[in-house]
């Protein structure tokens, strides 16, 4: 292996280290990973505005679904490479999917949150990283540049 190959791997190996000592710090395992998504998504299905959304897009293929994303939240805890898929892409034309969605799923997230985490701080990092998931995909899937035009706005 040459040595650029060994330093890329020894780096790919501290972020991991030390994304697993960031979150054991703060009592996050994938125990709690798996309680977190089963909990949450519980909820979604039971929620009347993002239940038939997301029921609709899945229905058939929630266990497929619960792995990936427990897959998804084990990689971005854990830096751990375990998901390969695209959100975006994802997201792309679910019928009935809405920006107004987004702020619903993020209260129904930090409940969840406030009820299953194991301290402020796994509460705090969870919202926080929600909330850039939230941001992203909101402006992957809704933006238009052409609506913040300067020379639209003169009329």
């Known amino acids: 292996m040459s040595d650029e190959l060994q330093g890329r791997a020894a780096h790919?190996?501290?972020?991991?280290?030390?994304?697993?000592?960031?979150?054991?710090?703060?009592?996050i395992d994938?125990?709690?990973?798996?309680?977190?998504v089963d909990t949450f998504y519980?909820?979604?299905?039971?929620?009347?505005?993002?239940?038939?959304?997301?029921?609709?897009?899945?229905?058939?293929?929630?266990?497929?679904?619960?792995?990936?994303?427990?897959?998804?939240?084990?990689?971005?805890?854990?830096?751990?490479?375990?998901?390969?898929?695209?959100?975006?892409?994802?997201?792309?034309g679910v019928a009935n999917m809405s920006p107004e969605l987004f702020p619903k799923w993020l209260e129904l997230f930090a409940a969840t949150l406030d009820d299953i985490a194991p301290n402020e701080d796994a509460k705090a990092w969870f919202m926080a990283t929600a909330d850039r998931i939230a941001r992203s995909l909101t402006l992957s899937l809704f933006y238009n540049p052409a609506l913040d035009d300067p020379a639209r706005k003169r009329g």
Request: no cysteine; aromatic share 10%; proline share 5%.
């Open 42 to 92: 519980g909820r979604v299905l039971a929620h009347p505005e993002l239940g038939p959304v997301f029921d609709a897009r899945l229905s058939g293929r929630w266990p497929e679904h619960m792995a990936k994303m427990k897959s998804f939240w084990s990689s971005v805890a854990f830096r751990n490479g375990s998901y390969g898929g695209k959100p975006v892409q994802a997201h792309l």
């Open 12 to 27: 790919v190996a501290a972020i991991r280290e030390r994304a697993e000592a960031e979150m054991k710090a703060i009592g």
């Open 30 to 36: 994938e125990a709690f990973i798996v309680k977190l």
